[in-house]
């Protein structure tokens, strides 16, 4: 029960905005949005988190929904090294963290 | 500041064998997470260490086991090996407390992972 709904793959041109759905309607109230992405063969990586608002960070942005129904993370200037998988994830309780199949982003130069 | 970091990277193990795996929290946190994460698939909650015991456990049989120490550190085993339990087992970390949702600023941190091929 991931509660999370991503496309399977996404594809995006080396140096353009990489902008990455998530579908998360059930979410509750009080549950933050979290992104991660595992680049092959390595641990899930932190990129960003928010509960309401827009957030911005070093690595990327994050724009909630109003309805706090979706959100859509941002990479601004996509590089080949952003090529993973991405990861939403609305449900974390005791450390449990529930992932979905998440979205495979393939940089192409 | 060192981040979670875990051992061995990669080993090979026999079906009916026994193996551990080893884990250092980021520095600062307290609560140590494993997780099984099989090719292809997204990563699968094990069970959570806090003072050295488990608080919570996922979906998964009583031949995995764990281990936490006084200094935060912590392992996780697998006895009588099968072949499905071939996978990525991540570590991971955080300042979370048994019981709490989590919230800002306690984000968990995970390490590489350890790959076990079972033959």
């Known amino acids: 029960d991931a509660k999370t709904t991503q496309p399977p793959s996404m594809d995006c041109a080396e140096g353009r905005a990489a902008n990455l759905p998530c579908n998360h309607s059930t979410i509750s109230g009080n549950e933050y949005v979290y992104w991660y992405r595992q680049i092959h063969s390595q641990g899930p990586q932190y990129i960003i988190h928010g509960l309401k608002n827009n957030e911005t960070n070093e690595m990327a942005s994050l724009i909630i929904t109003e309805d706090r129904k979706s959100s859509t993370l941002i990479l601004p200037h996509a590089t080949l090294r952003d090529t993973a998988v991405y990861y939403c994830i609305v449900r974390v309780y005791n450390n449990d963290m529930r992932f979905g199949a998440g979205t495979r982003l393939t940089v192409k130069p | 500041d060192a981040g979670v970091t875990q051992s061995p990277t990669h080993l090979i193990k026999t079906r009916g064998q026994q193996v551990t795996l080893r884990c250092s929290p980021k520095s600062g946190h307290d609560t140590v997470s494993w997780y099984q994460q099989a090719l292809g698939q997204g990563p699968q909650f094990i069970f959570q260490?806090?003072?050295?015991?488990?608080?919570q456990r996922g979906n998964f049989p009583d031949r995995f086991s764990g281990h936490q120490y006084p200094n935060y550190s912590s392992e996780l085993n697998v006895n009588a090996l099968l072949l499905g339990d071939s996978a990525l087992y991540l570590c991971a970390s955080s300042k979370l407390r048994p019981g709490q949702t989590l919230r800002s600023g306690n984000t968990i941190y995970f390490g590489e992972g350890s790959w076990l091929t079972v033959v």
């Open positions: 260490y806090y003072e050295e015991e488990e608080r």
